[in-house]
């Protein structure tokens, strides 16, 4: 029985460094991707703007390694460049939707009554219209622009973190700790932000981390429309876009930055895939228990 009980917690340890060689793996190449972006303009070996005709849609090579677009432009160049507009705006528009929707979600849960009634009944309507959808025609309305885009996929998506937020808060209501710190006087400020806060972040955080992958996707996915970043500017969706119409003759040209989102969006999905089974209460348990 002994030895059992030893190759179980052998089995459970190795499974622990796993989880979080895993996790440290994946954060080191998000890292390493937001570096790339913060400092892709001296990483460009060309200038991302700079055309010369003369080589106009070079396929992949030594001197260009992706090829070049249309214009001449060193397609390496712009997919490095294009990080800034598309990973630190997707950073950027989960940020306030995560802050903003939480601080809603958690205001429901907490006081419930008509004031719960009322914003998840707003909530139930954004719910209710295909997310892209209500998202191109919030652009459509808005124009172009990356501002835009951003204020029309945060319209849409803020509820979900409102719903998260208000379940989890409605779990942590009425728990022990809670009563204790009511009786101890503490403010509903300080209810919500020193006590209930910490203990729902774990969620929303894995929620916010898988969301950065989606909101790249849409960004893109407007820009590919022409109601994101405005050419000449450099973004994967709008680079997509312009080298459709040559997808047989120059295939890198698509193939580039829709590559650079596929490897962009897998790191943040699998960090956050990692995050959760870092952060899964059975797991901490079992440490715990070790």
């Not at 306030?96 to 707003?122: E, P, Q, S, Y």
């Not at 728990?175 to 503490?186: E, F, H, P, Q, V």
């Not at 203990?199 to 969301?211: E, K, M, R, W, Y």
Request: aromatic fraction near 8%; charge should be positive.
């Amino acid at each position: 029985m002994n030895k059992e009980k030893k190759v179980t917690i052998r089995r459970q340890k190795l499974r622990n460094n796993h989880i979080r060689g895993k996790l440290l793996f994946f954060l080191a190449l998000a890292v390493l991707l937001l570096m790339i972006a913060a400092f892709a303009e001296r990483l460009c070996p060309y200038d991302p703007y700079a055309q010369n005709l003369l080589e106009a849609q070079q396929p992949p090579g030594i001197s260009h390694p992706l090829g070049t677009d249309r214009y001449g432009r060193d397609m390496l160049s712009r997919v490095i460049i294009g990080s800034t507009a598309s990973i630190y705006a997707a950073l950027l528009l989960v940020a306030i939707i995560t802050v903003a929707g939480t601080a809603v979600g958690m205001v429901c849960g907490w006081f419930g009554g008509k004031v719960d009634a009322l914003l998840m009944r707003i909530s139930d309507i954004f719910l209710a219209f295909p997310g892209l959808v209500f998202a191109l025609a919030v652009a459509g309305v808005l124009g172009g622009g990356v501002q835009n885009a951003m204020i029309a996929l945060g319209v849409i998506s803020w509820p979900k973190f409102a719903r998260l937020a208000r379940s989890l808060t409605l779990a942590q209501k009425e728990s022990d700790y809670l009563m204790a710190a009511r009786l101890a006087g503490s403010s509903t400020p300080k209810l919500l932000i020193r006590h209930i806060l910490p203990n729902i972040a774990g969620p929303i955080l894995v929620t916010s981390v898988l969301d950065i992958g989606t909101m790249i996707m849409e960004l893109a996915g407007l820009s590919f429309l022409g109601l994101g970043v405005k050419p000449p500017m450099a973004e994967w969706g709008s680079m997509i876009s312009d080298g459709r119409v040559m997808l047989q003759t120059a295939p890198w040209m698509v193939l580039a930055p829709g590559g650079a989102i596929f490897i962009a969006v897998m790191i943040f999905n699998l960090l956050g895939d990692a995050i959760r089974d870092y952060m899964d209460p059975k797991q901490r348990n079992r440490e715990q228990c070790e």
